[in-house]
């Protein structure tokens, strides 16, 4: 066999472990979104989905094999220099096994939150579980179970049925935000406002980073 094939085959391993991640892109910033909005933050975006959302605002993160397989403990010893809280974003994190990743995280310190669509196995332990289901790959049971906040992008009026439909699926003390798909949000926003006033239970969320022109 060709040396480059045994090396592809030895990264397959390490990245099926999780001991490599092909790894798109890290920068600190502010959590734009969510219960964390305002909070400074490392986020580690890595790479690959397959959910194939048609508004999704990182669509160059969907392919993997675009993105370098790079060792986890260096996304770890890396992350460490900025911030004790890290976001774990994609693409879709939980394609991979975030068991070394998280493990590693939190055995130096830091408070690991992930965003999520919940459409694969839990994988990994976190402080704080965002999760954002999509009509076209449901969540599993284990992400409802365990979520602590529930983000529903609201693209039309059918996302609202869809979010009472994923409200009873999560947990008791999940909180309940509503976020307008970006390129939607003059039509979207005022039709959240009158929805959260008549259905309190439910907080908007915006995509602070946006109007910041932050990452
Ligand atoms: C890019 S996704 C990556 C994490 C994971 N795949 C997910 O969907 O939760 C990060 C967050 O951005 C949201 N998002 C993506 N595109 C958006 C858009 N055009 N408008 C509003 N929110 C968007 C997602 O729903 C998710 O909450
Ligand atoms: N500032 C900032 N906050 C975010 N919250 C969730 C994001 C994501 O893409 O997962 C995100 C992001 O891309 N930037
Ligand atoms: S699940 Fe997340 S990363 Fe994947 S397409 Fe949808 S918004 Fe984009
Ligand atoms: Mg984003």
């Keep these: ?21 092909p790894l798109m892109e890290e ?50 010893e890396n992350a460490k220099k900025y911030s004790d809280t890290i976001v774990v974003t994609g693409g879709e994190p939980l394609t991979w096994d975030m068991t070394f990743l998280t493990r590693e995280l939190k055995a130096r310190g830091m408070k690991v939150h992930i965003e999520t669509s919940g459409a694969y196995k839990l994988t990994g332990e976190w402080d704080w579980i965002c999760l954002s289901p999509k009509k076209i790959k449901l969540p599993t049971k284990e992400v409802y179970e365990n979520a602590n906040e529930l983000k529903v992008i609201v693209y039309n009026k059918d996302d609202f049925r869809f979010a009472e439909e994923q409200a009873a699926q999560v947990n008791q003390d999940c909180i309940l935000y509503l976020q307008p798909e970006w390129s939607k949000r003059d039509k979207v926003v005022p039709e959240i406002v009158d929805y959260v006033m ?14 910041l022109n932050i990452p």
């Excluded at 790479?47 to 094999?65: F, L, Q």
Aim: net charge positive; hydrophobic share 35%; glycine share 8%.
């Design 27 to 76: 920068f600190y910033t502010i959590q734009g979104e969510g219960y964390h909005k305002g909070t400074a933050a490392y986020f580690i975006r890595v790479g690959g989905c397959d959910v194939g959302c048609h508004w999704c605002d990182v669509k160059e993160s969907w392919n993997a094999d675009l993105h370098p397989p790079t060792d986890t403990m260096n996304i770890v």
């Design 198 to 211: 008549a259905n309190p239970k439910w907080k908007i969320s915006l995509q602070t980073h946006k109007y």
């Design 1 to 21: 066999m060709y040396l480059c094939a045994l090396m592809q085959k030895e990264i397959k391993k390490r990245v099926d472990k999780g001991e490599m991640l």
